[in-house]
């Protein structure tokens, strides 16, 4: 039996606890705070960096002039090539990775027997995880050439390349995103649709993707930003040529690949020139920062209308 | 009437087995996909493995030319970056699943890690650039590299740590606090123990995706052309795929089989850390059973 | 006696090692309504979804023995499910309506037989709900999300979409079972309305709501089917020891 003495002194020793637990409890919430200060110190040091840059060229000819020419006389700094560029590669690799992710994320959820999801889940996990760097080396050496014998007007670095390329390095997201939006579709709404007379393909088109739509779209949506933010592969297969055209057979270039190509260049820090990759970074952050927004929002909006599943 | 009907009942058929073509051969064009990218390289850089690919430095003449700065650099750079991705990592998922309220600033914690996982790396690369390399004159230098890669990987050690905190069941929670013990306790005695492979196993894909990462390391300009050990993490340094995307850039044929030779060795450091994380999580899992 | 609606020979079904359906052999009489009650894991649902052959759709059930409808088997090697199902529908215990309008719902099944036509399906869409008593209540809400229906409606509205393909049979697994009093009410009264039209056969767990709707009760345990009767017979003079156990909560 504990006496009241005893009894007393460990309740004092419990409060000298609390303190250490709320020290504890503060530490852990600035590291989880810590994430949204990084956000904040990425915005703020391109930010910074790109001011420089603005104080000497203006927004209006940033936005406006179609020609990008910072390390040649006469200086151009319109933007517009750059982003063509990056839309075009994305545009490819969305155009080649939907249809085939798509149709995989079905063909898992609907129709895979589990031996067979065992073995392809993992081997797209395995494709997901290839360094970009890989993937600009396969679309460099081998898809170039490939499709340089089909259409021969194909350069040696051209968008086509890059975003086909692309497209294969995006297909795990969207597969695996779609497939766990479909999954979410409870067993009961299926067993409703074979109840009426549906077959596996009705089932998987009128009901399942239609539910999982939110899902699927947000998948999209985010692959979408992955490519535009890719850096590696248009690096490395896709020019250094800022041109504003409708052609993808030719030479473009990314705004991720400028950036790299004025990294590992002579120019010194701190000068105009060099001060052009922040200007772009911060207009690829805006890009991506809107996509994200747009998915945001969609996923938002259907989940409202379906809400109750 | 009934002609009809069965028409209709063979197009249905029809149209089942066409769209299941399709889904079949969308997952197989992925599938053969990989299988060729992986063959053209490997067919591509195995006459160029060689042991002094790992141990020679990098050089103008294809045939002396070696991964060995870069194999330095590299797994500098994912030591690094794991030591300080991990207490980072590890604090805000214990923060968010064990401690925090269900109030707005904590969902709009875990909107904001969403949002980071979304941003380019290369833009980490230019955060580095601007914060570590500049503004904390830390010069371009491994320590710089290893935090912005720690930063870039931090929302997946996030996620995966938090995945791992959500597997162990709330029953052992509620015995532990029945006994007397504080949150804290419980945390550190009960949760994080058989949580842990779980988050070493987070760790090692974390830094596994750190080795794979060229765009952030390029724009903190990592050296081309290194002929050097680096001994300290205020050295210069290269790393895999940079020097990869180097011999690629080269317009002799040779270095592109050498490039292809250097994806082989990047590809088997990864699968052995991939390897390892698997392993890690499987042996602990067995021992917690216990 | 006309023929009956569905008749099972010798009817057992396994899933893996567990004998689940043990030999029944049954008749489901025309425009009637027959219940089938018993304590649960009896066998009671596995023994419904044979008759639209829905236990297919389990990976490691096995089904032996013959299930006719209007005399032909169901089982045969040349027989669609699909077609099947079109004949004899099915209401769930959770209601399941699709996340889509009400209109689509009930729309579902006519499209998928090639219905497209605006003009009938409007008219199939109408009929049906109003066959299941629930026109007057959503006729201003069609193309509102069903998911905002109360639990009532929504599986009034299930079973309004398995009428719109016109079928003979309608079963129904436990209908009532995630439904509040009042609404357990007007589902009972719609499957008297029903049977003038369709032969229902009703799952449930609810003694007294067997008695109250049904023409003719049998009554499962352990898998085996071990009495069929007339209601009024089954409950005031079960002829089986089992049976009378059940019915006056020996066991349950």
Same mark, same amino acid.
């Given at each position: 039996?504990?006496?009241?003495?005893?009894?007393?002194?460990?309740?004092?020793?419990?409060?000298?606890?609390?303190?250490?637990?709320?020290?504890?409890?503060?530490?852990?919430?600035?590291?989880?705070?810590?994430?949204?200060?990084?956000?904040?110190?990425?915005?703020?040091?391109?930010?910074?960096?790109?001011?420089?840059?603005?104080?000497?060229?203006?927004?209006?000819?940033?936005?406006?002039?179609?020609?990008?020419?910072?390390?040649?006389?006469?200086?151009?700094?319109?933007?517009?090539?750059?982003?063509?560029?990056?839309?075009?590669?994305?545009?490819?690799?969305?155009?080649?990775?939907?249809?085939?992710?798509?149709?995989?994320?079905?063909?898992?959820?609907?129709?895979?027997?589990?031996?067979?999801?065992?073995?392809?889940?993992?081997?797209?996990?395995?494709?997901?995880?290839?360094?970009?760097?890989?993937?600009?080396?396969?679309?460099?050496?081998?898809?170039?050439?490939?499709?340089?014998?089909?259409?021969?007007?194909?350069?040696?670095?051209?968008?086509?390349?890059?975003?086909?390329?692309?497209?294969?390095?995006?297909?795990?997201?969207?597969?695996?995103?779609?497939?766990?939006?479909?999954?979410?579709?409870?067993?009961?709404?299926?067993?409703?649709?074979?109840?009426?007379?549906?077959?596996?393909?009705?089932?998987?088109?009128?009901?399942?993707?239609?539910?999982?739509?939110?899902?699927?779209?947000?998948?999209?949506?985010?692959?979408?930003?992955?490519?535009?933010?890719?850096?590696?592969?248009?690096?490395?297969?896709?020019?250094?040529?800022?041109?504003?055209?409708?052609?993808?057979?030719?030479?473009?270039?990314?705004?991720?690949?400028?950036?790299?190509?004025?990294?590992?260049?002579?120019?010194?820090?701190?000068?105009?020139?060099?001060?052009?990759?922040?200007?772009?970074?911060?207009?690829?952050?805006?890009?991506?920062?809107?996509?994200?927004?747009?998915?945001?929002?969609?996923?938002?909006?259907?989940?409202?209308?379906?809400?109750?599943? | 009437?009934?002609?009809?009907?069965?028409?209709?009942?063979?197009?249905?058929?029809?149209?089942?087995?066409?769209?299941?073509?399709?889904?079949?051969?969308?997952?197989?064009?992925?599938?053969?996909?990989?299988?060729?990218?992986?063959?053209?390289?490997?067919?591509?850089?195995?006459?160029?493995?060689?042991?002094?690919?790992?141990?020679?430095?990098?050089?103008?003449?294809?045939?002396?030319?070696?991964?060995?700065?870069?194999?330095?650099?590299?797994?500098?750079?994912?030591?690094?970056?794991?030591?300080?991705?991990?207490?980072?990592?590890?604090?805000?998922?214990?923060?968010?699943?064990?401690?925090?309220?269900?109030?707005?600033?904590?969902?709009? =914690?875990?909107?904001?890690?969403?949002?980071?996982?979304?941003?380019?790396?290369?833009?980490?690369?230019?955060?580095?650039?601007?914060?570590?390399?500049?503004?904390?004159?830390?010069?371009?230098?491994?320590?710089?590299?290893?935090?912005?890669?720690?930063?870039?990987?931090?929302?997946?050690?996030?996620?995966?740590?938090?995945?791992?905190?959500?597997?162990?069941?709330?029953?052992?929670?509620?015995?532990?606090?029945?006994?007397?013990?504080?949150?804290?306790?419980?945390?550190?005695?009960?949760?994080?123990?058989?949580?842990?492979?779980?988050?070493?196993?987070?760790?090692?894909?974390?830094?596994?995706?750190?080795?794979?990462?060229?765009?952030?390391?390029?724009?903190?300009?990592?050296?081309?052309?290194?002929?050097?050990?680096?001994?300290?993490?205020?050295?210069?340094?290269?790393?895999?795929?940079?020097?990869?995307?180097?011999?690629?850039?080269?317009?002799?044929?040779?270095?592109?089989?050498?490039?292809?030779?250097? =994806?082989?060795?990047?590809?088997?450091?990864?699968?052995?850390?991939?390897?390892?994380?698997?392993?890690?999580?499987?042996?602990?899992?067995?021992?917690?059973?216990? | 006696?006309?023929?009956?609606?569905?008749?099972?020979?010798?009817?057992?079904?396994?899933?893996?090692?567990?004998?689940?359906?043990?030999?029944?052999?049954?008749?489901?009489?025309?425009?009637?309504?027959?219940?089938?009650?018993?304590?649960?894991?009896?066998?009671?649902?596995?023994?419904?979804?044979?008759?639209?052959?829905?236990?297919?759709?389990?990976?490691?059930?096995?089904?032996?023995?013959?299930?006719?409808?209007?005399?032909?088997?169901?089982?045969?090697? *040349?027989?669609?499910?699909?077609?099947?199902?079109?004949?004899?529908?099915?209401?769930?215990?959770?209601?399941?309506?699709?996340?889509?309008?009400?209109?689509?719902?009930?729309?579902?099944?006519?499209?998928?037989?090639?219905?497209?036509?605006?003009?009938?399906? *409007?008219?199939?869409?109408?009929?049906?709900?109003?066959?299941?008593?629930?026109?007057?209540?959503?006729?201003?809400?069609?193309? *509102?999300?069903?998911?905002?229906?109360?639990?009532?409606?929504?599986?009034?509205?299930?079973?309004?979409?398995?009428?719109?393909?016109?079928?003979?049979?309608?079963?129904?697994?436990?209908?009532?079972?995630?439904?509040?009093?009042?609404?357990?009410?007007?589902?009972?009264?719609?499957?008297?309305?029903?049977?003038?039209?369709?032969?229902?056969?009703?799952?449930?767990?609810?003694?007294?709501?067997?008695?109250?709707?049904?023409?003719?009760?049998?009554?499962?345990?352990?898998?085996?089917?071990?009495?069929?009767?007339?209601?009024?017979?089954?409950?005031?003079?079960?002829?089986?020891?089992?049976?009378?156990?059940?019915?006056?909560?020996?066991?349950?």
């Amino acid at each position: 039996m504990a006496s009241p003495e005893s009894r007393a002194g460990s309740l004092r020793k419990r409060h000298k606890e609390k303190l250490s637990e709320r020290i504890i409890r503060q530490a852990l919430f600035l590291s989880a705070i810590f994430s949204i200060v990084v956000l904040i110190a990425i915005l703020v040091t391109i930010a910074y960096q790109a001011i420089g840059f603005f104080e000497q060229v203006s927004i209006v000819e940033f936005l406006t002039e179609t020609r990008w020419t910072p390390l040649f006389q006469p200086q151009h700094f319109g933007v517009l090539p750059l982003v063509a560029g990056t839309l075009w590669v994305s545009a490819i690799a969305l155009f080649t990775a939907v249809p085939i992710g798509l149709g995989a994320a079905v063909f898992l959820s609907e129709y895979a027997p589990d031996r067979v999801r065992r073995v392809v889940k993992p081997i797209l996990e395995i494709l997901a995880g290839i360094p970009t760097v890989v993937y600009g080396y396969f679309a460099l050496t081998f898809v170039t050439p490939l499709l340089v014998r089909f259409l021969p007007t194909v350069t040696v670095f051209n968008a086509l390349s890059a975003g086909l390329v692309m497209g294969i390095m995006i297909v795990p997201m969207v597969s695996s995103l779609s497939e766990d939006a479909m999954i979410a579709v409870p067993d009961l709404l299926r067993e409703g649709a074979y109840a009426l007379g549906a077959r596996r393909h009705e089932v998987a088109t009128r009901v399942v993707v239609p539910t999982a739509l939110s899902g699927i779209v947000a998948s999209i949506i985010l692959s979408m930003s992955r490519a535009v933010g890719e850096t590696m592969i248009v690096s490395i297969a896709m020019g250094s040529t800022p041109r504003l055209t409708l052609n993808p057979l030719e030479s473009m270039q990314a705004m991720t690949a400028y950036i790299t190509q004025i990294s590992l260049g002579e120019i010194p820090f701190g000068t105009l020139e060099y001060n052009t990759i922040f200007a772009v970074g911060i207009t690829l952050f805006a890009i991506v920062f809107l996509v994200n927004l747009v998915a945001y929002w969609f996923t938002r909006r259907y989940s409202e209308l379906y809400s109750g599943l | 009437m009934k002609a009809r009907k069965t028409g209709r009942k063979t197009r249905r058929r029809l149209t089942g087995t066409i769209l299941l073509s399709l889904f079949v051969l969308s997952t197989g064009i992925a599938i053969i996909a990989l299988t060729v990218l992986i063959i053209d390289t490997a067919s591509d850089g195995a006459p160029w493995l060689s042991w002094h690919l790992l141990t020679n430095f990098s050089s103008r003449d294809p045939k002396q030319a070696g991964l060995r700065s870069a194999l330095f650099g590299s797994i500098w750079i994912a030591a690094l970056t794991g030591a300080i991705c991990f207490p980072l990592g590890v604090g805000s998922a214990i923060y968010l699943h064990e401690y925090a309220p269900k109030n707005r600033l904590t969902s709009f =914690i875990n909107l904001n890690i969403f949002n980071l996982s979304g941003v380019p790396s290369i833009l980490y690369g230019l955060l580095g650039l601007g914060l570590f390399v500049d503004l904390l004159a830390l010069g371009r230098s491994i320590i710089a590299g290893a935090l912005t890669m720690a930063l870039l990987v931090l929302p997946m050690m996030i996620v995966a740590s938090r995945e791992a905190l959500v597997t162990v069941p709330e029953g052992r929670r509620f015995g532990a606090y029945a006994l007397g013990a504080s949150q804290w306790q419980v945390v550190r005695r009960v949760v994080l123990p058989e949580a842990l492979p779980g988050i070493l196993t987070g760790t090692v894909l974390a830094m596994s995706r750190a080795i794979g990462e060229a765009a952030p390391m390029i724009a903190i300009s990592a050296l081309l052309y290194v002929t050097f050990d680096p001994t300290s993490p205020l050295d210069r340094f290269t790393v895999l795929p940079i020097q990869i995307f180097n011999w690629i850039s080269r317009p002799q044929a040779a270095f592109a089989g050498l490039a292809a030779a250097g =994806i082989i060795v990047l590809l088997v450091l990864l699968l052995a850390m991939n390897a390892v994380a698997i392993l890690l999580r499987d042996r602990y899992q067995k021992r917690v059973r216990e | 006696m006309s023929e009956p609606a569905i008749e099972t020979k010798a009817l057992s079904v396994w899933f893996g090692r567990n004998h689940a359906v043990r030999n029944v052999a049954l008749e489901i009489q025309t425009n009637q309504i027959t219940a089938i009650i018993g304590p649960s894991g009896c066998g009671k649902s596995t023994l419904l979804r044979c008759f639209n052959r829905m236990n297919d759709l389990i990976p490691n059930a096995r089904v032996e023995g013959v299930v006719l409808l209007n005399g032909e088997n169901i089982y045969q090697l *040349d027989v669609d499910p699909t077609e099947i199902r079109r004949r004899v529908g099915m209401v769930f215990q959770k209601p399941n309506p699709f996340p889509k309008s009400v209109y689509e719902n009930a729309a579902f099944g006519p499209r998928l037989n090639g219905i497209n036509s605006e003009s009938e399906l *409007d008219s199939i869409v109408r009929k049906s709900l109003e066959a299941a008593a629930l026109w007057d209540e959503v006729k201003d809400r069609l193309n *509102d999300s069903a998911i905002g229906l109360s639990g009532g409606q929504q599986q009034r509205l299930c079973i309004a979409r398995a009428l719109a393909v016109d079928p003979q049979v309608i079963l129904m697994d436990e209908p009532c079972s995630a439904l509040d009093p009042q609404a357990t009410a007007k589902i009972e009264q719609l499957m008297t309305e029903l049977a003038k039209d369709y032969t229902v056969v009703v799952v449930t767990h609810n003694m007294q709501q067997a008695a109250r709707v049904s023409n003719s009760t049998a009554f499962m345990y352990l898998g085996e089917l071990v009495e069929y009767g007339p209601t009024a017979q089954i409950f005031e003079s079960p002829k089986n020891e089992l049976t009378e156990n059940y019915i006056t909560g020996r066991f349950g």
